[in-house]
């Protein structure tokens, strides 16, 4: 009878322990709400965006109420770690030197990176005339790690920020003489927007699966199998039913999930 009792209590322990399983059913999600169009807030000061609306989608599915904290992008990990979220839903890019530190589902969405700078810019390849250049970047991303390892061995000087926006607002001041971001947000969040007016991308697009990853995935704590599977299992549902392709239209106009 004491045996029973043990492997009952033990069972309903772990099923308390479990986010998705919890007696309140709820999902702490992570998200930086300062990455236009993924993710912003909007004039009454709720977060908006592609990566919040596809949160709340996944959460329908999987039957659990998202409960939403916003923070820096580069504090998103580290929160994971200490058990402050259950996941990380911000456009974090899936690379290995990340997956070192915690568990990623497949991607949701693929993007690669470029550069901006003034209309009539010219770069080769090998970024040769970037050389004495300031080019900002968004701190713990995929692109300063690409600007570190082969900008800044040229020459180059990188000034590093907390958000996009405020590499934006330095850019169309005259601090800056580009910006390395993501396609995606610097295309829509800059170069289409009234600050962005006389800039244009320059030089190839960054698609080297080194740098850019797989694609942006969700994060959550190393060992998590069970939330990785069943958040897999609601991105493949979303997809299937029409949900994602839904919210996409909202910010997109083409497909952004990629290959």
Known sequence: MKTTHLIAGLALGLLASSPLFAAEKTLRIGIEAAYPPFAYKTPDGNIAGFDYDIGNALCAEMKVECKWTEQEYDGLIPSLKVKKIDAALSSITITEERKKSVDFTHKYYFTGARLAMKEGSQVDDQYEALK???????????????????????????????????????????????????TIPLQLGFLESDKGKGFAFVGPELKDPKFVGEGAGIAVRKGNTELVGELNKAIDAIRANGEYQKIQAKYFKTDIYGD
């Open 132 to 182: 004495g250049k300031r080019i900002g970047v968004q701190r713990a991303t995929t692109t300063d790690r690409y600007v570190t390892a082969v900008l800044v061995p040229k020459g180059v000087e990188v000034v590093r920020y907390t958000t996009n926006e405020e590499i934006f607002m330095d850019m169309a001041s005259g601090r800056l003489d580009g910006v390395f971001a993501d």
